[in-house]
Structure formats: C-alpha cells, structure tokens
C-alpha cells in the first residue's frame, strides 16, 4: 500500500502528504550542458536546533532570496519544499562553470539542493536521528542521481571543477566558487545517511 505515495518518475514536486509546500517564484532553469545529476547538501547559514514548527524557515529563505530545493529537519522529520526539482536552486551561487557562464548551481539536469537542519547539538546531521530519510531516497531514484558520493566531507574535500561535475551527492563545500569557501554541512557521514535512507525506504515498500 506505500507504493502509492512512491515518487513518480521525474517528479518535479513531493506530494503535500511528505512535504510543507512553500513554492519559490522565480527559479531558473538548469542550464544542462554537461551530464550531471547531483544532490547538494547544506546547513542553513548558522546551525540551527530543531524546534518543531520550522514552517517560517522556508518562507524566510524565499524572502531573502536564497531558496533551498528542499529542507529536512532529520530530528522531527520535517520536510518542506521550495522550488521544483526540475530547477535550480539559489542557495550555492557563483562559480562559472557551464559553457555559458551560469553559475555552479545550475549545472546539468538536475542539482537538487537540500538543506539539512535539526541536529545542531550532534556532531554531524548523520549521528542523528535521520527520522524521514525515505523521502531523500524517493528523491534519488525519481532523478536518477547515483547513490555515490566523495569520501572526504568538510574541510578536505577536493573543490576540484572535474569532481564537482561528478554524478552523485555533495556538499556545499565542493563547490568550485572561489568565494564559496566554507564548508557545510560539515563532515557528513554520507555512507551512513546512504544506509538509513534505504534502509526506510525499503520498509516502506515492504
Ligand atoms: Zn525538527
């Protein structure tokens, strides 16, 4: 019976009955050009604990112009959605990295920008509770991003152009921008968060 909510191939919108719906107009279209499909994971400017109610964290990244394709909250299992996965998202800017000179965040089909909130006290978002991981995995498959990632998050990790166009997940850090030189969400188990997601999602369908 879960496979009725299973995401449509491609969709462009999570269903109202996964995520907090909080549309962006004005996003721009993927520039394509090179075969990237990635997922780009971010904290939200400062670490932010969750507080249940984080219904004004979305409207407050559209007003300030900044808008995440999505948001999870891996404490409460939060998850709402601003721009549509067929987009670009406006959270990584910068960095003229597609033939036309459009910027990071719109290179190839798909980069699926996620912002991860909840689990400021934790040492990373994947120590934490990661309650609604399916709904990433929902997201994966439906674009087809390989489920592969770097193995060095944080400050290490390689801000290298060629592993930037990588199919796979990413941290803001790998961003080639010269002037995008933090680094969020900081050292991400990604191996562990691959595990949960499937983990859920296989329950799910069972
Ligand atoms: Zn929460």
Not at 52 to 60: A, D, F, I, R
Not at 143 to 157: L, S
Request: net charge positive; with cysteine.
């Amino acid at each position: 019976m879960m496979t009725r909510l299973h995401l449509p191939d491609d969709a462009a919108w999570l269903p109202k009955e996964w995520a907090h719906l909080v549309p962006y107009h004005g996003a721009e279209n993927m520039m394509g050009g090179v075969q990237r499909r990635a997922m780009t994971m971010h904290s939200e400017g400062e670490e932010r604990n969750c507080r249940k109610g984080h219904g004004w964290l979305p409207e407050y990244v559209n007003d300030i112009d900044i808008p995440y394709t999505a948001m999870w909250c891996g404490a409460c299992g939060y998850w709402a959605q601003m721009i549509s996965m067929r987009k670009a998202a406006r959270s990584l800017k910068g960095g003229a990295i597609v033939g036309n000179g459009a910027s990071a965040n719109k290179a190839g089909q798909r980069n699926i920008q996620i912002m991860l909130i909840g689990e400021a006290d934790a040492r990373d978002f994947t120590r934490g509770k990661m309650r609604r991981a399916w709904v990433l995995a929902e997201i994966m498959d439906a674009h087809r991003i390989p489920w592969r990632a770097r193995a060095t998050w944080g400050p290490g990790a390689s801000r290298n152009r060629a592993a930037w166009l990588r199919s796979g997940v990413h941290g803001h850090q790998h961003s080639p921008a010269p002037y995008e030189d933090h680094t969020d969400p900081g050292r991400l188990n990604v191996d562990a968060l691959f595990r949960e997601a499937r983990r859920q999602q296989r329950s799910r369908h069972a």
